[in-house]
């Protein structure tokens, strides 16, 4: 149904307003036809029945269902949300500290986010394992591996949670829990020692040559005084255990296969290939462990982790686009959630460094002028955390053969993935005389694109005439736009 409630129609449509008050629906009705010469306009734009077809009598339901909702919109502005959204939106103020703390602190790594989203699977994974560990009392180990940046730690801290909340609900015994930051250990046997005070802090090692030699005490036999309590071990960062004879990290899987161990061991760590290295080994040991993999992020994983931490904000701090720039570098770089929030801060920094340096002209209050963090700004963040060769080879390309990629960039958006060398050669002469540069011939512009698919930047297909050859993008357009944003006049080209 088109928008009526403009202000070019309120005065127009205010005798439909006075008919629909009348008591009867017929002579409402009666009315609207004799003042239809009176009410063109309106009636025009609101899709009334025409002259030709009110002359029916049957009842129109559909006008008595428009006329009403034309009274409310009218009169009740305020009820629509998209309005009240524009009104939120308006709030952002750059120049705010306090706006623009908050949004840096929202994007800050060590911010830990109320709900963890996209590792539903992965959580739900490791939650029943280690449920059925304390189920069946029954010790066992899970190795968890990932690159950096992919929410790791973030989902065993949800998860400890979450068993701390199961075994409250079903009546259990809470679970000891010891999370042990392999990093931070002196020696790597050290991780004996604090899960030995945490197992059983009453007894001392006195009597035996290790904790290690401790602890496989305690778990090969019943002990009268053993809490029954399970113990669920986090070791993160668990690649830094190894040691050339990798026995540290054979005797901690070791633990969980003692006959008497209560010990649920986590393994956490970025190598992906440590369990194809150890697995064999571990496996003659009887405690090969199940192993769970956290995947890079995508770019859609990206860009709605960073709308889950930027929404809880009655204001936009970023364009939807420079976002979307953001989350498909990243994803294609490493897929490291970290690295996208650092990006993010970063592009704040330099939005920031621009307020400060324009000429002071808005200072006390925000205006609907007032920027937010454009595709340049995180064009420019992405380029002090990553320098892909592709990109550096745009950069240095004479300004021509740039433009060629701004047209082929343009023409390929869509569904559309190539053309012929002439239908480019049109968008970029169209460009040329938009900014009133000389264009090359054709003869020279098919030559620019061999050079392009040299670098495998084009690709080119072979046909007869240079104008009907095929063409299309080897590289991805973001990797253009990336590359082109920091100079306005590509910018604006790639609009």
Not at 103 to 115: D, I, M
Not at 433 to 442: D, E, L, Q, V, Y
């Amino acid at each position: 149904m088109p928008t009526i409630a403009g202000p070019s129609l309120s005065s127009s449509y205010k005798p439909i307003v006075a008919a629909v008050t009348g008591e009867s629906a017929i002579p409402r009705k009666r009315k609207l036809r004799s003042n239809s010469a009176a009410v063109n306009l309106p009636s025009e734009n609101l899709s009334i029945t025409t002259p030709k077809k009110s002359k029916s009598h049957r009842p129109s339901s559909v006008s008595n269902s428009r006329i009403p909702e034309i009274k409310e919109d009218a009169n009740e502005t305020l009820t629509n949300p998209v309005n009240l959204g524009v009104e939120n939106l308006s709030n952002w103020n750059p120049r705010d500290e306090e706006q623009m703390r908050a949004v840096k602190e929202a994007l800050h790594v060590s911010k830990a986010p109320s709900t963890i989203v996209c590792r539903d699977d992965e959580q739900r994974r490791i939650l029943e394992f280690v449920k059925g560990c304390i189920d069946q009392r029954k010790a066992g180990s899970l190795y968890i591996c990932g690159c950096p940046g992919t929410g790791k730690s973030l989902s065993m801290e949800k998860v400890v949670q979450q068993v701390s909340d199961w075994s409250q609900q079903e009546g259990l015994p809470q679970v000891d829990t010891l999370s042990v930051n392999c990093t931070s250990l002196t020696k790597t046997t050290d991780i004996f020692s604090k899960i030995l005070g945490e197992n059983d802090p009453g007894k001392k090692a006195n009597s035996y040559s290790s904790p290690l030699q401790h602890l496989q005490f305690l778990s090969s036999q019943k002990q009268e005084s053993f809490s029954s309590r399970m113990m669920l071990i986090i070791a993160d960062e668990m690649d830094y255990l190894i040691t050339k004879d990798r026995g540290v990290l054979h005797d901690l899987f070791m633990l969980t296969t003692l006959p008497f161990s209560r010990c649920i061991l986590i393994g956490v760590a970025n190598a992906i290939d440590l369990a194809d290295r150890f697995l064999p080994k571990l496996k003659s040991l009887n405690c090969k462990p199940m192993v769970i993999t956290f995947r890079a992020y995508s770019k859609d994983q990206i860009l709605r982790i960073l709308q889950e931490r930027l929404m809880v904000f009655p204001y936009v701090a970023f364009q939807s686009k420079a976002l979307e720039l953001c989350a498909r570098k990243v994803a294609a770089a490493s897929g490291d959630m970290r690295k996208a929030l650092c990006v993010c801060r970063s592009s704040l920094e330099i939005l920031e460094t621009e307020i400060n340096g324009s000429t002071v002209q808005e200072l006390h209050g925000p205006t609907s002028d007032d920027p937010v963090v454009r595709m340049d700004h995180m064009a420019t963040a992405l380029s002090k955390t990553f320098k892909s060769p592709i990109v550096e080879t745009i950069q240095s390309l004479p300004q021509h053969q740039q433009i060629i990629l701004c047209s082929a960039a343009k023409a390929f958006r869509g569904s559309k993935k190539d053309s012929t060398i002439g239908e480019l050669n049109k968008l970029y002469l169209e460009i040329c005389k938009s900014w009133m540069i000389s264009p090359a011939g054709i003869t020279e512009f098919s030559n620019m694109c061999t050079v392009l698919n040299d670098q495998g930047i084009l690709k080119l297909g072979q046909a007869r005439g240079d104008k009907v050859k095929r063409v299309s993008l080897r590289i991805d357009e973001s990797d253009i736009t990336y590359a082109l944003q920091g100079i306005r006049f590509f910018r604006n080209c790639l609009m």
